[in-house]
């Protein structure tokens, strides 16, 4: 019996099998990038170091900036780098061996890894800047941080739970004294006061469910 397929046409066809198989496991491994989720609702994420926030906020006092030093110019907050932690940590704890890991990447001028809490798929556009440029606290996104031994999240941040915020913005918006305020609770006029900082903040409501705000 003839030979259907000569040497050249059968290593063309199992290399393009290979191509195939390449392309369509990266495109399965994109996928589940850009549409991965962040860690469950509630569910204390342990980092190394075991970074505690109720401790370095809420008893220390630290203000959100100091460590997220772009929140407020820039999409993305910022982390931190070791440098930072070491303001405090060249004096305080020294040698600890819970700061191993903070010791060491100082040391060798590597950066620490940290496990991502809150995530966006890559789809979504969000900008930390406007958000509190325009009277949206931290807590309102990511909850009591100062009481938060372990981080987790509090909100889903899906679309229909940002829309909730999007399409009646005065139930959340606050004075911009209180931003960064880990204990502001809304009072008992909010909906009258908000409406006041639509106004103030120059707020365009109509414009807030655009597409295009998140989708880019």
């Known amino acids: 019996m003839a030979q259907v397929f000569r040497p050249h046409q059968i290593f063309v066809l199992k290399f393009g099998a290979v191509v195939v198989l390449i392309v369509l496991l990266a495109g399965i ?16 994420v342990t980092q190394t170091p075991p970074f505690s926030h109720k401790h370095h906020v809420g008893d220390v006092g630290l203000d959100c900036r100091f460590c997220h030093a772009s929140v407020e110019t820039a999409a993305f907050a910022g982390l931190p780098p070791t440098s930072t932690c070491m303001t405090c940590h060249s ?9 191993a890991a903070v010791a060491a990447s100082f040391r060798d001028d590597l950066p620490l890894h940290w496990i991502r809490v809150h995530r966006l798929p890559d789809f979504v556009y969000f900008h930390h800047d406007i958000h509190l440029s325009k009277g949206v606290g ?14 987790w999240r ?5 679309m229909s739970w940002c829309l909730g915020c999007h399409r009646a ?26 409406r006041q900082l639509l106004a103030d903040y120059k707020i365009d409501r109509r414009r807030l469910t655009d597409c ?5």
Not at 154 to 158: D, F, G, I, N
């Open 29 to 44: 491994m994109l996928w589940r990038n850009v549409t991965a989720e962040s860690p469950p609702i509630n569910s204390p």
């Open 91 to 99: 004096q305080v704890f020294k040698g600890q061996a819970i700061l």
């Open 138 to 151: 931290c807590s309102t996104c990511h909850g009591r941080v100062d009481q938060m031994p372990l981080l």
């Open 154 to 158: 509090t909100q889903s941040l899906e």
């Open 169 to 194: 913005p005065e139930k959340y918006l606050r004075p911009q004294n209180k931003v960064f305020d880990m204990t502001w609770q809304p009072p008992p006029d909010q909906l009258q006061q908000g």
């Open 212 to 216: 295009s705000n998140c989708h880019r």
